[in-house]
């Protein structure tokens, strides 16, 4: 034999079992256990599995056909509100009714993590319908009429930088590009955002997680950001996650800016817990852990609180990927998130009942959630809306009820993906889905409109007058003039 022919047969065979090695290595390592079981008040944590290669189940999103909708729970009726939209992200309502709503996708980048991220990252974006230049579009949408349908669609502004979050007070609209947060006068009604957007706060642009929501609080004087991490764990290093996977505040009196809650992979839901006036947030948490590692969560977010990206999470695992060293201390005072929302499921949108909502008894406490959907779980998981119920003290009960069931098609293709949820003027849900380029209306067409909610308020807690023994522990063995009838 020939030595070409010797080293054409070796060639042959390193080809052949290159080929199996790849395709071994790349197979989807299954969940061990349900999405139910990684959701709830006490989630299961998995042991974890490192991957150097993820899972990749990722459905590829087909649409839908004329006439279909998803299938909404009992009592509940579904209809398409607005269609034939460029991607819709982030929903917004206007206090006359008027829905805005930004049409984005991530700006051009690379992302941290190396080529292999990369090249990760450019096959997902593209096999979830979320390639390709953004629209930089907020629209607004009319329903005039009240029939549950908008027949009026104006392009409010051109020209933003992957928009996301909308905020609105007084005669001032505030918008989130990826890398700064914007300002413009804006009267209610008109269809037409002019003038120049005054800058009032920089971002950091981009990275793996582009989306900056933002939410004012309830006098409009401080705003609110949720900022992502530029990686999954900090692979990239800390350096380019400065001020980022966190929230930040803003004072609009002032204008400083501080950190409000950190360690937060990927915040993105911000909303006012009605029961307790507590801020809270939907966050992604990290990758390549296996199909049932990390569960996302919602949560509420204390000021000065931390999650403990990346190098813990849920309160004390440690995460023995992370190579940097961690903070002195932090396992002591990092925060288990309040509720997890599955794992890989990517919760975004969020909102809580108010006053006015019709959506039955079913549906009368808690909030609902947008989960757009796995890309690194098999089976896939998320790909709908759901509602978590709350107590009257404000803290999440059970388990997630499915409001619009899973837009799957099958394990490999998707209709759409639910990403963000907003009250509109009559009290129905309103969903956007961004690959589908819809946004649905989900109502219970008998339903009253629902009371507002009671804040919970309480009698403060006496002072302390005398320091005797251990602080932590005086809840445990209260001293005399803590008791009730001593002061």
């Given at each position: 034999m020939s030595t070409f022919k010797k080293i054409a047969i070796a060639l042959a065979v390193f080809l052949v079992v290159a080929g199996a090695a790849l395709w071994w290595i790349t197979r989807p390592v299954p969940a061990l256990h349900t999405l139910e079981e990684t959701s709830g008040t006490d989630p299961v944590l998995a042991e974890p599995a490192p991957q150097f290669f993820p899972t990749v189940g990722i459905a590829k999103p087909i649409g839908w056909a004329d006439g279909e909708a998803p299938t909404a729970a009992a009592g509940l009726a579904v209809n398409r509100f607005a269609e034939g939209l460029d991607h819709p992200r982030v929903i917004y309502t206007m206090p006359n009714g008027d829905v805005l709503v930004t049409l984005t996708k991530a700006p051009p980048g690379e992302v941290a993590g190396g080529w292999l991220t990369n090249l990760v990252a450019g096959f997902l974006f593209s096999e979830a319908g979320a390639g390709g230049p953004s629209a930089d579009q907020i629209v607004l949408l009319r329903?005039?009429?009240?029939?549950?349908?908008?027949?009026?669609?104006?392009i409010l502004r051109e020209g933003l930088s992957s928009p996301s979050g909308m905020a609105w007070h007084d005669g001032t609209l505030y918008v989130a590009n990826h890398d700064a947060v914007l300002r413009f006068a804006y009267e209610e009604g008109a269809t037409a955002l002019t003038g120049e957007g005054e800058k009032i706060a920089d971002l950091p642009p981009a990275g793996n997680h582009w989306m900056r929501n933002i939410l004012l609080d309830p006098e409009g004087t401080r705003l609110y950001v949720a900022v992502g991490s530029a990686s999954n764990i900090g692979e990239g290093g800390m350096e380019i996650e400065e001020g980022r996977a966190a929230i930040h505040e803003i004072n609009l009196e002032t204008g400083s800016t501080r950190i409000f809650a950190a360690g937060l992979r990927n915040p993105n839901g911000l909303a006012w817990?009605?029961?307790?006036?507590?801020?809270?947030?939907?966050?992604?948490?990290?990758?390549?852990?296996g199909s049932d590692l990390v569960p996302d969560y919602m949560t509420n977010v204390p000021l000065g609180s931390h999650y403990g990206w990346p190098w813990v999470y849920y309160g004390d695992v440690v995460d023995e990927r992370v190579k940097m060293a961690m903070p002195r201390f932090l396992t002591s005072y990092?925060?288990?998130?309040?509720?997890?929302?599955?794992?890989h499921t990517a919760p975004l949108g969020m909102v809580f009942t108010q006053g006015g909502t019709r959506m039955g008894d079913a549906f009368a406490r808690g909030a609902f959630i947008a989960r757009h959907g796995s890309w690194n779980r098999y089976p896939p998981g998320g790909y709908d809306v759901v509602f978590v119920a709350f107590d009257e003290r404000g803290n999440p009960l059970a388990k997630p009820v499915t409001v619009l069931e899973s837009f799957l098609a099958n394990e490999d293709e998707t209709r759409g993906r639910p990403t963000w949820v907003a009250w509109d003027g009559t009290g129905a849900l309103l969903v956007s889905d961004d690959t589908a380029g819809i946004i649905w209306r989900v109502v219970n067409p008998t339903a009253a409109p629902g009371a507002a909610p009671q804040r919970n308020r309480g009698a403060r807690l006496p002072p302390r007058r005398n320091l005797i023994g251990d602080p932590a522990r005086a809840f445990e063995e209260p001293p005399a003039d803590l008791m009730p009838g001593s002061f």
């Open positions: 329903d005039a009429d009240g029939d549950g349908v908008a027949e009026e669609r104006h817990n009605p029961w307790s006036g507590e801020l809270w947030t939907t966050v992604n948490e990290r990758d390549m852990l990092t925060r288990v998130p309040e509720y997890a929302l599955g794992a």
